[in-house]
């Protein structure tokens, strides 16, 4: 089984010895600067290690698809993947509502329930999973109102989560109060 572990963001930017550093290189239509897809989370905010989660969109995903399908159409993610993520992470031991085994590139924008896309995301520090959902329902809606392309939403939230949450909700996730608790059937 191959070992996995968090990016944790570190005092001053640094990350924790054997991790990930945080900033993603930009496309050329990604629609976020070089410095916005490399921001850096606040200290203790989790990121997936890309190179084990590196996020995987389905192939099948149009617009047309995710703009008119619920998520329960496809959530599939058996209890024992959710393990397999689990022990992969090296969680032996949580409680409920600890962590949410969650889409990098969640359903609503086209995501795929392969493992490749799937990390078990904390609650806390803030921002985590339910600001992450928040975020979700905001780009599902920014990419079925057409100001935001599809690839390029699952691009963004790819390659930095905290980075597409800070564009799009603001720091204090207040651009994003609207999207809460809305959704695509998740």
Request: with cysteine.
């Amino acid at each position: 089984m191959r070992a996995r572990g968090f990016i944790i963001a570190g005092v001053l930017g640094l990350t924790l010895s054997g991790c990930q550093g945080t900033s993603g290189t930009p496309t050329s239509d990604s629609g976020m600067s070089a410095s916005a897809l490399a921001a850096t989370p606040p200290s203790g905010v989790v990121l997936p290690r890309r190179d084990l989660t590196p996020g995987l969109a389905d192939p099948q995903a149009t617009t047309d698809i995710v703009c008119h399908r619920s998520t329960k159409t496809v959530r599939n993610v058996p209890l024992s993947v959710h393990d397999q993520v689990y022990a992969e992470y090296g969680i032996t031991h949580h409680i409920t509502g600890e962590y949410e085994v969650d889409h990098l590139i969640p359903l609503e924008v086209g995501g795929s329930n392969d493992i490749k896309n799937l990390w078990p995301e904390p609650a806390n520090p803030v921002p985590g999973f339910h600001q992450k959902d928040v975020l979700e329902n905001a780009l599902h809606a920014k990419v079925c109102d057409g100001s935001v392309n599809l690839s390029d939403a699952q691009t963004q939230i790819a390659t930095n989560w905290y980075a597409a949450y800070v564009r799009y909700c603001g720091t204090d996730g207040s651009g994003c109060d609207k999207y809460k608790y809305q959704g695509n059937g998740s």
